[in-house]
């Protein structure tokens, strides 16, 4: 019987387990969730876990951030694999375990998270049997700040500044009736 585990690699506290246990779970910043996740990059609703055919599927439940696996933004359904990323806006980094259990073992487990060894250095990826994703470090990556905005601001300041050093030099020149003729009085 194999049991499923989260164990956070990047986030607010890095090595904690979080056991995997029901048919159905949340994922998400409020505590009512089975996986609670305090962080501001996390919705208080943000992703649904649904047990189906002895594999959990995971479903973005309208986050503002996003839910990743492999670097990949989900938009459906994706059955989970043992080894996949699972991303929680930029910031959050989940690595989705399966663990073989004996059956006849006895097994007491909190439905909190449960601290586990310090988490790893690096991560290698599994061998690539599907669709090239975004590395682990490329799904981290800083945001890149677009710039156009900032330039059109500049500019149409500039523009105004523009028109306005004009008029002054208009009205301080007497210049009204040369550049304005249809102004009355001219």
Known sequence: MAQ????MRSGPTPGVVFPLE???????????????????????KHARLNMQGGKFVIDDLGSTNGTFVNGQRITGPVVLKAGDVVSLGEQIVLMYDAISTDAGATVAVSRKAIPSAPPMQSYAPPPAATPSYASPQQAMSPKKTNMVPIFIGVGALLFLCLCAAFFWWVDATYRWCTFFPFISGC
Do not use: H, P, W
């Not at 029901?22 to 208080?44: F, K």
């Open 4 to 7: 499923f585990q989260f164990v």
């Open 22 to 44: 029901g048919e159905q779970l949340t994922i998400g910043r409020d505590s009512s969730n089975g996986v609670a996740i305090n962080d501001a990059e996390v919705s208080r």
